[in-house]
């Protein structure tokens, strides 16, 4: 009977990814919203039951790596075949990269600017009737050419060794994709090893097999999963143990995207100083070259893409100007961000600290309510480390947002958050049972069940 059951849910399994795998193949050409839209509603449900069915399997580590990796891997490959499908930012990584090997610092000019006309190429600039992006005296195809570049120091860095590695790529996004796409493969591999030390095998396809790694890391060739390598080689490789590596790590996450700073409270319950003290110096290093060459200009167009996403009015915040009025919406999150930063610094678990970060970067989605689905990839990891599944909602909603008209924005965020704090409320129903504490006191039995495993 159970050699049918297993049979069962193999055959099952297979076929769930073998949807997800068809999905990708069938719709990752397309380049417009319609198709991006049904590729998601379609690889989503396939992925989440893919997950459910190998964790009802017992697998050995052997044959979990070679499922986990095997399968992120064909994914992903399919994935790299075609053109970014919703994004083109790759194409100023493209632009970064080639204007730092002509020896001009990225944060110097737009790529608009006349003094990098002789650094132009037909790959990235062409007829105002053939590219997206018009400008005074020619067109583009990257986004925003008259403002300055946004990505920090180890992003350009990483640009520019992909078009070295690739012999300057010919000016494809291609070798940006293959770096996005072994990436991805090497956080997976760092996640199964995590979870195999844990007995989850299942936990790493959280993150080896969803939508959100495939799309936005293999295909579009966002950076972000640069930053989100860094921040689990500070959780999961034993540097949380060395409080100074592991800041360090999460200083040079911070120095692809400004967003893993999220995770550094739940390293600083150890040691604060050592942990800020490390992640700063890496930042403020790697920013030296380019402050002593450019000044202040490598702020580059940080303030103008905060007011463009309407966070400094309060109107991103969706979820919270809801409830408070816009004006003082952006106050609001940020002193609820802060207070859940300190619980994670002074109350958080020094021995398990991504169990925290989850929680602050989760309520920093909340809060923030992001456009962007790459922005997600970080909370998916930390979900991959922990096994906290109510915040996997939350990974969706950004993607959903996204490729969904803005005016459903609210309702997105609403159900997402509601979904996250249903699972929560299932997860944890034991608590909350114990809760308040003055209508059900805790028993001696009941205390010594919260220290030691159940059998």
Known sequence: MATVRTKTIGVALVLALTAEGTAYALLIKYTDYFHAELLAWLSGPSWVLAVWLFSRCRVTARQAAIIVLGVSAVLQVIALTSPPSTSDDSYRYVWDAKVQLAGIDPYRYTPSAPQLQQVRDPTLFGRPDHCQWPFPGGCTSINRPTVHTIYPPVAEAAFVVARVLSFGGHGDRRPLQIAGL???LLI???LLRWALARGKPWLATLWAWCPVTITEYANNAHIDWL?????????GTGAVRRTGLAGALVGAAIAVKLYPALVLPALMRRNPLVA??????VVVLVYIPHVMAVGSAVIGYLPGYLHEESFQSGRRLLLLRQVVPQSVATLVGAAI????AIWAWRRGDPESPERSAVVVVGVALLVFTPSYSWYCGLLLALVAMTGALEWVPLVF???AAYLVHSDHDVVIYVVA???TATIAAVRHVDSLRRWPPWISPMTDRSRSSRLMPRP
Do not use: H
């Not at 800020?276 to 110096?281: P, R």
């Open 397 to 399: 909603a950004g993607t």
């Open 276 to 281: 800020v003290g490390a992640a700063v110096g």
């Open 337 to 340: 961000l802060a207070a859940v």
């Open 188 to 190: 997976g591999w760092l």
């Open 182 to 184: 072994l990436g991805s």
């Open 227 to 235: 930053a989100v390598l860094f921040v689990v080689l500070a959780f």
């Open 417 to 419: 958050a509601s979904a």
